[in-house]
């Protein structure tokens, strides 16, 4: 790959290719961390920390209780739905080491949503949270799963302190609505369980699924990029490999996790990578909460963190956040959505280090490009393809462009997809092996790559994707709804917001009935911000819905 131009720009020490001499599962990749780095800081959340080796044992114990007590084969379907917090990694690994293929699943979603990712995936187990576990409880009849496993927040804190966060969420903040499930696990029974239960290694190809991350895709309703082992064990390779600059091996890191770990950008960066490391992952349970955020990171003397851009601008716009002793600082980097330039300017400003965008999908495990981490990265670029990756420019007929001609993205590497699952994949790839971002960019002389355009209807609100198809649906269902087209227009908070253009069927439809049905309907990043009541809407001549034409409009 030294023919390309973007290796002449890889900062000191950064081959251009990966080794092929690499693990060939998660499970090796992660017991060769467990082995290495076996007594250090591995996760720590709410002021309770686990090392190396008993992040190892307790997944271990997991993955026994899988295969004895619930009879779970390799291949089977988990869904693990909770946000960062101790357990999810307890339970991601002990599925991994039991060969079972991980379903990450939002909190959250509505039930509408579950019920179609749990169905497509055809979930045998899913790990809940308890907060969410009233929203399973609607679907349960009509999905596969076949057991339940309800955590509480506070369940691997221990102790006096565990009790008490139990109880301040679910009797204080009352965050835990009432459920009945039959025959669900608690967590926390289970684990004990699971000390006495004898796991069985797996054999695990490369080419054996590790994950369904769902995703929309290029177009239309949300659907799983299968991701391999190897894609996995490869993406690592590759982002260590970039990390190069930032990453010292004689001293501990310590990772911020804000992004939520089923988040494939947080999964695999701050999880895969990581681990692979050795650093130290301070898991952030709810970032939105500023200064409960803030005060978290005053604890810390770390050294790298991740976010959107949303993220960052919010830190900013906090004068707490100006108090942070932010010296060890060494690597911000920001995914998901575009790090928009006054915002990486102010960042670096405030703290002294540089905010860098990076550019992948869920498809692509995510990684494809990245800016330098050696202070050469170029603002409003994503930066150059990361090692063992190709990305170029084609036009719809499936035709290389030249550098600086504007057309869709394409990428192969070994951390790009198969497929997605269960799903005709004709037109996702380029000559069977070029994935189609479906986003418009263009490549610069010196091999910095740069997004003229998203998706053409897909929405970014704060680095999660809305795609139209599925809010329209939805809105659609609703009685006194007779057409509906959806748009993103901009937004100061989240970049962009979804508007919905509207044509009644029953004049007596409000905006606030409307509203109310997509709260109930719609998890809150997909809910319209702004609705707007038509007679009509433009139409082609076949009677397709131009949406083109209403964003034009706004």
Known sequence: MSQFPWTANYPEGIPAEIEDNRPENIVDLLDNAFKKYGSREAFENMGKSFIYQEIDQLSTNFAGYLQNALKLKKGDRIAIQMPNCLQYPIVLIGALKAGLIVVNTNPLYTPREMEHQFKDAQIKLIVILANFAHHLEEILDDVPIKHVIVTELGDMLGGLKGKIVNFVVRKVKKMVPPYKIQGAHKFKDVMVKAARMKYTKQ????????????????????????LSHANIVAHTFQTSLWFIPLMDQNKQDIMITAIPMYHVFALNVNGMLMMHEGAKNVLITNPRDMPGFIKELKKHKFSIITGVNTLFNGLLNQEEFKTVDFSSLKGVIGGGMAVQDFVAKKWEHVTGSPLVEGYGLSETSPV??????????????????????????????????????????????????????GRDNDGVFFEDVWFRTGDIGLMKEDGFFKIVDRKKDMINVSGFNV?????????????????????????PHSTECVKAFIVK???????????????????GYKRPKHYEFRDELPKSNVGKILRRMLKEEA
């Open 505 to 523: 069927s029953d004049q007596s439809l409000t905006i606030e009935e409307l509203d109310e049905y997509c709260h109930e309907e719609l998890t």
């Open 467 to 491: 795609f139209p198809n599925e809010v329209e649906n939805v809105i659609a269902d609703h009685p006194k709804v007779l057409e509906v087209a959806v748009i993103g227009v901009t937004d």
């Open 368 to 421: 494809l490009s990245c800016n330098p981490l050696d202070g050469t990265h170029q603002l409003g670029t994503v930066g150059l393809p990361i090692p063992s990756t190709e990305m170029a420019i084609f036009d719809d007929n499936g035709t290389r462009l030249n550098q600086g001609e504007v057309g869709e993205i394409c990428a192969r590497g070994p951390q790009v997809m198969s497929g997605y699952w």
């Open 203 to 226: 054999e695990i190809k490369g080419s054996d699924t590790a994950f369904l991350q769902y995703t929309g895709g290029t177009t239309g309703v949300s659907k799983g990029a299968t």
